[in-house]
């Protein structure tokens, strides 16, 4: 488990192999935070699976609106919606997109952001500037390196579980 310095902007991922813990960033991205730890407190994320998992490259999840769903077309679908929440405006940074980082996942509009988030496999600094960080996974990212790939996988892993960790 890792040491948590800041409870309520820090994220607890229940994955099939153990704990992923996130801290946010919200002096770097409020609105993104907030909405995540929102999201999180109403149970939205949880059994989410993870719908696109690129090797080498990243695993996204966070569709709420689709990826809880059991069956095939629910799968299909994993990937094109969000929360009934408004989107929000990108919160560009100069922070890198390292091994780990959390990025807001978007349609073209850099102003679309909303459920969906990815975590990532490897620095990908190509996505700088270009997505919003807003956290960063601090310890159980040997969970996160296990989860199953595809786009989507065939058998996809979840979230059986997203907590705030003042919450847990």
């Known amino acids: ?18 704990t992923v813990t996130i801290e946010l960033l919200p002096d770097v ?32 999840t966070g569709d709420v609106a689709n990826g809880n769903a059991e069956g095939d077309f629910n799968l299909r679908m994993a990937g094109t919606g969000g929360s009934d929440k408004p989107d929000l405006p990108a919160e560009f940074s100069k922070l ?17 952001a909303n459920s ?20 960063r996974v601090v310890s159980g990212m040997e969970h996160v390196d296990a989860i199953t790939r595809g786009e989507p996988p065939a058998n996809p892993d979840r979230m059986l579980s997203m907590k705030v960790a003042a919450d847990a």
């Open 96 to 112: 890198p997109h390292d091994r780990g980082t959390i990025g807001a996942a978007r349609s073209q509009n850099p102003n679309s």
């Open 29 to 60: 991205a409020p609105q993104h935070v907030a909405r995540m730890k929102e999201l999180a407190r109403e149970g939205a994320y949880d059994n989410v699976v993870f719908h696109r998992v690129i090797d080498g490259f990243m695993a996204q």
């Open 1 to 18: 488990m890792a040491d948590i310095k800041d409870p309520e902007n820090t994220i607890l991922i229940e994955l099939k192999d153990g």
């Open 116 to 135: 969906q988030f990815f975590i990532n496999f490897k620095d990908n600094h190509f996505l700088n500037g270009q997505y919003t960080v807003y956290g």
